[in-house]
């Protein structure tokens, strides 16, 4: 069944994911959809500075939108903002560092933020990572689950109240067609059976939230819900933690305009909040979150556990400090429901 979902799955890629298939693709793009202003309207960008995070900023600074970029190299963060608002001359785009692996801070920025600000109309949850040895954070969560799932589930959850204020909000999370090969693994969470592979522990992160998503969308009916598969993208993040494909794809790699596409018509275009909320997008059309016959899904008490699993985690994340130092918990901590 591995062989086959693989297979099947690099064989759709060739086709679809590469810069040919994003050519193709976008002969039925419908131009006017971009043809927006977003003055006024407010963006989060986690993972802003580089790859496909950059080059969403940069195109929604354009459209007169206010930018939050959420990063985790100051001086990375800060050589991305000047060059967006040079290039922009829009200058309301703002730096915030935070490690998207440290739960605690993730809750702690998002809580802050909230109090610093009105409203928020877009959360675009980019950043990722892919790590090809097993360690853990100071949460004790493997790295990868704790920057790709917990990260992405503690800011969402955390913001929500915020976005609900909002007018138009949306969330848009950038996933991977590679969690096509994986089905939802509720007994192993965070990979600690069997040999740790680096590249399908990001695929069951990428499965996770798709299926994140799916859940967000169904509890939050005023809240636009989607997540995306960029193709196969030139970054700097492709070329350092999967070195072999991207020399071995080379120029059939898209650029990050053409992978950071979607993200953005996803997060401007009118058309696409009138979309179902929930599903899995790739060059602007929602496809299936499964392969043909590859048994990927999940039941419903499957999603419950990895939804009931998520809020337990993320809870004893941010009471540790406080068993730690003895002290009776704050009133604010959250329940993750």
Known sequence: MSLYRNTVWFWNGIHQYTRKGYEAAAKDFEPQHLNVSVVGRSFMITGANSGIGKATAMAIAKKGGTVHMVCRNRDKAAEAQEDIVNETGNTEVHVHIVDMSDTLKVWEFAEAFKKRHPSLNVLINNAGCMVHKRELTADGLEKSFATNTMGVYVLTQTLIPLLQKSRDPRVITVSSGGM???????????????????????????????????????????????????????????????PQFHQMMGERLRGVEQGADTVVWLALCRAAARSRSGQFFQDRSPVPTHLPLAWTHSSAGEIQSFMSQLETLATSALLQPEAEQDSPMEASRPQFV
């Open 180 to 242: 096509l090969v994986q089905k939802l693994r509720v007994d192993d969470l965070q990979s600690k059976k069997g040999h740790f592979d680096g590249v399908m522990v990001y695929a069951q992160n990428k499965r996770q939230q798709v299926v994140l998503t799916q859940q967000w969308a169904k509890a939050n009916p005023l809240i636009h819900f989607s997540v995306m598969h960029p193709g196969w993208v030139d970054t700097p993040a492709v070329s350092t933690s999967m």
